[in-house]
Each structure stands twice: as C-alpha cells, then as structure tokens.
C-alpha cells in the first residue's frame, strides 16, 4: 500500500470501468444463468448442422445475446441466421436467382411450392414482422411495433420482447436442424 507524507494510506485509484463490469456481473448473474439453463434445455449444441462461418458466428451470437438479455439484438440475428440459411441451401444447389432473395421474397415462394412446411413459414414470417421495426423505421404505434403490440396485448414490452426473442430462437435452433436443407 501506498503511504502519503504524513504515513497515512492512500487508496488506490478506482478503475471505474473494471468496477461497472465487476457490478453487472454480479448484478446480472442470476438473470444470465437462467437463460442459460433455458437455452440448454431446448437445443443440444451437438445438432448444428449448417454451413459458412458466417452463419455459425450469426447463430452463436444470438444464443449470446439471449443470454446477456440483448432481445432486440436476439431477434434480428435469428432472423438473419434463418434468412442466410435458406439462401445458403440454394447458393450450394447453384440457383443464384434464389440464394438472393430476402426472406419475404423467400417466404412467398416457399408458400406457392410448399418448400417447407407453412407452419415453419408462418413462424417464420411472425418473427420477420417483429423485427422489421426495429431495422426499418415505422410509426410508433403501427401494428407491429413493440409499443402497439404491448398495448393491444397487455403484456408488459420487456416480456413481449424477451418472449420473442425466445420464439426466435426456438425457431432458428429449429431451423439450424431441419434436414430437408
């Protein structure tokens, strides 16, 4: 320890950052842990089966943010992973027409030609239009807002948006595994 002129002690500098970070460990632990544990319980991470690096680092990422309570960044980026997937199986199949479309355009096509099954296109499509206000802007209470959804629903919008976040991650870990692709 540090001793001044006089022999008194001189406390050490705070590193303010290290002690935010050491806080929100601590504070948020047991919130993490939980979702942890959730996640664990719904996929078994020996199951991937998808292919570029891109895709693996977009779907650990989102497992993360969920984790770390980041919903928002949860959703887009299963969102993202379940687009890159469909565009991925056509790229390797070598229909680059297809492996561009965006996954509205994917979700239309998959309807005329029953791709998949439509309970796997409307999940999907429900989990776009979350999103969508959140990358593109809309009006705050248009339909599909968190706002307009939290008010018509009743549910307070941290549960509706980590419920979400839930539904798509479920459905991306769904996907990640569907072996038609």
């Known amino acids: 320890m ?3 002129l006089f022999g008194n002690t001189i406390d050490e500098p705070v590193d303010a950052a290290s002690e935010e970070l050491s806080n929100y460990d601590k504070d948020s632990f047991n919130e993490r842990l939980i979702r942890l544990k959730y ?3 719904i996929y ?3 199951t991937r089966v998808f292919g570029s690096n ?3 680092r977009i ?3 989102a497992i993360h943010c969920y984790i770390f309570g980041q919903f928002v960044a949860t959703i887009i980026l299963a969102q993202a992973f379940i687009e890159r997937r469909f565009q991925e199986y056509f790229h390797i199949r070598m229909d680059a027409k297809r492996a561009k479309y965006s996954l509205d355009k ?3 096509e998959f309807r005329a030609n029953q791709f998949i099954d439509e309970h796997f296109v409307e999940k999907i499509d429900k989990i776009r239009l979350k999103r ?3 990358v593109h802007h809309k009006e705050p209470l248009h339909k599909d807002s968190l706002m ?3 008010y018509n629903s009743s549910i307070d919008p941290d549960q509706l948006l980590e419920d979400d976040a839930k539904d798509a991650l479920s459905l991306m870990m769904a996907i990640s595994c569907m072996q038609i692709l």
Do not use: A, Q, T, Y
């Open 39 to 41: 996640i664990n319980k």
């Open 59 to 61: 779907f650990d990422e």
């Open 148 to 150: 307009s959804r939290s």
């Open 2 to 4: 540090k001793k001044d």
């Open 54 to 56: 891109e895709s693996v």
């Open 44 to 46: 078994h991470f020996g």
């Open 132 to 134: 969508n206000p959140f």
């Open 106 to 108: 994917l979700l239309k």
